[in-house]
Nanobody
Framework: QVQLVESGGGLVQPGGSLRLSCAAS????????LGWFRQAPGKEREGVSC????????YYADSVKGRFTISRDNTKNTVYLQMNSLKPEDAAVYFC?????????????????????WGQGTQVTVSS
């Protein structure tokens, strides 16, 4: 079955960088969209970025544009999120998720309901 395992979270100072990884198994990344979402304490989970496994098209939330970069390695069935210039407001649990409807998901900016498989999350803390 589909399994997603996130890694790479940790504590970083404001302005620092982290790279998150999402190792996927049980499916072929070519036919899915993989996305990153985050949830801070007391807040709703929000979309951060997503990438089409077939053509590499990407989507970013306005809050992370220019600072975060999503990428994929289909040979490793892994998606990455490079996070630069981190801010305290980026602190959250980051989740990886997979969508089996890539066309509609990318067309509508990766809405959460389109993602039906989720990882356990990795904590990102941004603090001095």
């Amino acid at each position: 079955q589909v399994q997603l395992v996130e890694s790479g979270g940790g504590l970083v100072q404001p302005g620092g960088s982290l790279r998150l990884s999402c190792a996927a198994s049980g499916f072929n990344l070519d036919y899915y969209v993989l996305g990153w979402f985050r949830q801070a304490p007391g807040k709703e989970r929000e979309g951060v970025s997503c990438i089409s496994g077939s053509d590499g098209n990407t989507y970013y939330a306005d809050s992370v544009k220019g600072r975060f970069t999503i990428s994929r390695d289909n040979t490793k069935n892994t998606v990455y999120l490079q996070m630069n210039s981190l801010k305290p407001e980026d602190a959250a649990v980051y989740f990886c998720a997979a969508s089996r409807t890539p066309v509609m998901t990318m067309l509508y900016g990766c809405p959460q309901p389109n993602f039906d498989s989720w990882g356990q999350g990795t904590q990102v803390t941004v603090s001095s």
